[in-house]
């Protein structure tokens, strides 16, 4: 019997078509799954970040809420440095924090101009309030004029200042310097060099006065035999703005994470759980949000 030998493409005829079938299916797979990607991947972007902070958004409680929130949306875990303000704004000038958020509007503009400081957001905005004890020495309860009681307080004492270049503490100096006041004359005038918390609760000590934000006064009043004596005011509003701490002038900075921190404190949800902060405890917020707003339409 003769034999033909097998024609060479005729040989390799099923491998050729297996690899095509193959590609093939590769091919539809990958289109597949651009259209409809897996819903159970995670796209969070992960890692870690320094916030460099002021310690009323931690003495308040807020950060409590606001960082695991963060976390959850993110994946990203957050090292919080609550400091004054103005030791969170040399973190960023150093390069040693991702993102701040601080609540003095003069001291951000130097870091910004520096181009430390990026990307800046109006976030919330609450109020600095004048306690004191309740017998209300230097009678400023029921005081229309800000400098007359500041000028009262300065002239009977104690005042306890948190005395650490943080934004109160600027703040503080500010509203001296307002009511015509020079320092050395304020009466038994004492500087903690600690954070909000524990200054009032050395002004409680004391039977003194003290500049605070409202948030941690109304956190720690139940532990406080201070009230509001002064309040209203519009020097008194207190601004908060959230930065990147730029990642061009300082490249260890993380910035996908930082990044991601500015724009989630500005997000919508955000912005409803610090409206809603406070509301079950106290019967009112104590921040206002203010994403979007400008800074004139504050405190109208």
Known sequence: MLKFATPPLARWAPAVLAAFALLFAIAC????????????????????MILATTTSTQDSGLLDVLVP???????VEVKVIAVGTGAALEMAGKGDADAVLTHAPASEKKYVDSGDLVEGKLVMHN????????????????????NAAMKAVAGTGPFISRGDDS??????LELWKAAGVDLATVKSREET??????????????????????????SLKKNLNLEILFEGAKPLLNIYHVFLVSPTKHTGVKEPQ??????????????????????????????VPDAGKSEDQLGQ
């Open 258 to 287: 930082g990044r991601a921190f500015v724009e989630f404190m500005v997000a919508a949800r955000t912005q409803e759980l610090i409206g809603a902060f406070g509301k079950d405890k106290f019967g009112e917020p104590l921040f």
């Open 167 to 172: 934004g109160t503490h600027k703040k503080e």
């Open 127 to 146: 109020d600095f309030i004048i306690v004191g004890p309740p017998s209300d020495p230097a009678r400023i309860k029921g005081l229309k004029d800000l």
């Open 69 to 75: 929130a963060f976390k959850e949306a993110t994946g």
């Open 193 to 218: 060099g600690q954070g909000m918390g524990a200054t009032l609760n050395i002004a409680n000590e004391r039977n003194g006065y003290a500049l605070t934000d409202r948030a941690t006064y109304l």
């Open 29 to 48: 797979s990958d289109s597949d799954s651009e259209k409809d990607p897996d819903p159970e991947k995670d796209t969070r972007i992960g890692g870690s």
